[in-house]
């Protein structure tokens, strides 16, 4: 059988640190995601989907969510509090298997997107064509991670190979390994508050230096 832990609800992230970090090292597992959102409430779980228990993280925004959520309703779906994770997984189930829901989900969504999916097997990562939103992958002792700032790394000097996942690119990751399966092609558009707000400066995205660049913009 599977084992589900969970620990989800309000909090600091400085608890991370302490506490928190504690509770969750009692965890039973070998694959697990974590999300930190200030506007929605993430991971979404879904314990009875075409493709067993699944949970779904997801940074971004969608610029056509209404549109798609009308047509949906339309269809004769139903949400719980229709946000954009909920309508991003909605999409994904479309298609009997989950590659192909991942193409139409990222093909029918437009907005900047990195999302993480939890499923029995594997967990997959994506990123959306327009490369909004940055996506990294490293590996450590056979074990893969993923965040979404190269920085991660910094926090345990063991992960190596470390590398941007391309816009566009779905990976899936597996106890036998990691391997894309997806390499979708869109028109590029950056969103610029990564670059000067949101990253940390001691991030790279894409080959390029968060901090080079704020120098460059006249940040410091």
């Not at 302490?18 to 200030?38: D, R």
């Not at 993430?42 to 969608?62: A, N, S, Y």
């Not at 949400?79 to 989900?105: H, N, T, Y």
């Not at 950056?190 to 991030?203: L, V």
């Amino acid at each position: 059988g599977q084992i589900w832990n969970q620990d989800k609800g309000e909090d600091l992230i400085t608890r991370l640190r302490g506490e928190k970090l504690a509770e969750i090292k009692t965890f039973v597992g070998c694959m697990g995601v974590g999300h930190v959102s200030s506007r929605d409430p993430q991971p979404f779980r879904c314990d009875k989907t075409r493709h067993g228990p699944v949970v779904l993280g997801m940074d971004g925004f969608f610029t056509n969510s209404e549109v798609i959520g009308q047509r949906f309703f339309q269809r004769g779906f139903g949400f719980s509090f229709m946000e954009d994770v909920e309508l991003l997984a909605a999409a994904i189930w479309q298609r009997k298997s989950i590659e192909d829901g991942i193409a139409l989900s990222m093909e029918t969504l437009q907005g900047p997107l990195a999302f993480t999916l939890l499923t029995p097997h594997a967990i997959y990562v994506g990123r959306g064509v327009d490369g909004g939103c940055p996506m990294v992958l490293a590996d450590q002792n056979g074990f893969f991670g993923v965040g979404s700032e190269s920085r991660f790394t910094a926090f345990d000097l063991a992960w190596q190979n470390l590398r941007d996942i391309k816009p566009g690119e779905v990976i899936r990751i597996s106890p036998e390994g990691q391997e894309t399966v997806l390499q979708l092609s869109g028109e590029l558009r950056y969103c610029i508050f990564e670059w000067i707000y949101y990253a940390h400066p001691n991030s790279v995205i894409d080959g390029v230096s968060v901090a080079k660049v704020r120098h460059l913009l006249g940040g410091w």
